[in-house]
């Protein structure tokens, strides 16, 4: 699956995917939603190329509930226009196997591919010398992927500093249901404060910010 919402942009890489193979099956998505619609709805998907910044998101929801959706052996490599390499380490930490900017040559693009397919894992050229250096070390580790939907919910609407109590209204819950979600999201993600998973959360794509 190719998920890119501007269509000239998915055409391109399909194009280029035709290189590779003069048949290929791919099914493209605009958005989030469409793509997370395709992975649940076709069992057999390989390798899916997913955009960070479409309609839909946040990012990283989008990214545990894809990574979710399909077979274990699947594969998710992003092409992002970002150059930040810790938008790298939170894709890779969220479970996507690869990491290519869209500025990359359609030769770099085929190494990650072949990288991905052996089973192995992509990482960008910058993303790699930040790490080398020491710079930016990488968030803490994440346990979200494992959040039930609703959940996910609520540490989305944490990231963007929701109170309990409009938590509540947003998902038709009391307030202290609310509470009990905020808990087992605190003891998912090992932190002692609701500002703390939000922190995370934002690291992490989980808040409503475009990359």
């Keep these: 699956m190719v998920a890119d919402d501007p269509e000239l942009f998915r055409e391109g890489l399909c194009r280029l995917l035709g290189l590779l193979d003069p048949s290929p099956f791919i099914i493209e998505a605009g958005d989030f939603d469409d793509a997370l619609a395709v992975v649940e709805r076709v069992a057999d998907i390989g390798i899916v190329f997913l955009d ?13 509930r894809i990574r979710r959706s399909l077979p ?13 390499p810790a938008h790298v380490r939170q894709a890779l930490a969220l479970g ?26 992509y990482v960008p050229d910058i993303a790699r010398e930040d790490a080398e250096r020491g710079e930016g070390g990488a968030p803490a580790a994440i346990d ?9 919910d609520v540490l989305e609407l944490l990231a963007d500093g929701t109170s309990n109590r409009a938590i509540g209204k947003c998902i038709n819950v009391r307030e202290i249901t609310v509470k009990l979600h905020v808990s087992q999201v ?11 998973a939000a922190m995370l ?11």
């Excluded at 274990?72 to 930040?84: F, L, N, P, Q, Y």
């Design 144 to 152: 979200a992927c494992t959040l039930t939907a609703r959940r996910l």
């Design 52 to 64: 960070l910044s479409m309609p839909g998101g946040p990012w990283g929801r989008a990214l545990i």
């Design 201 to 211: 959360a934002v690291q992490f794509g989980l808040s409503r910010q475009r990359v």
């Design 186 to 196: 605190l003891k998912k993600l090992n932190v002692k404060s609701r500002t703390q």
């Design 96 to 121: 996507a196997s690869g990491f290519v900017h869209k500025k990359s040559s359609a030769p770099t693009l085929f190494i990650a591919l072949g990288v991905v397919m052996a089973g192995g894992t």
């Design 72 to 84: 274990r052996t699947s594969a998710i490599v992003i092409v992002s226009g970002s150059e930040d």
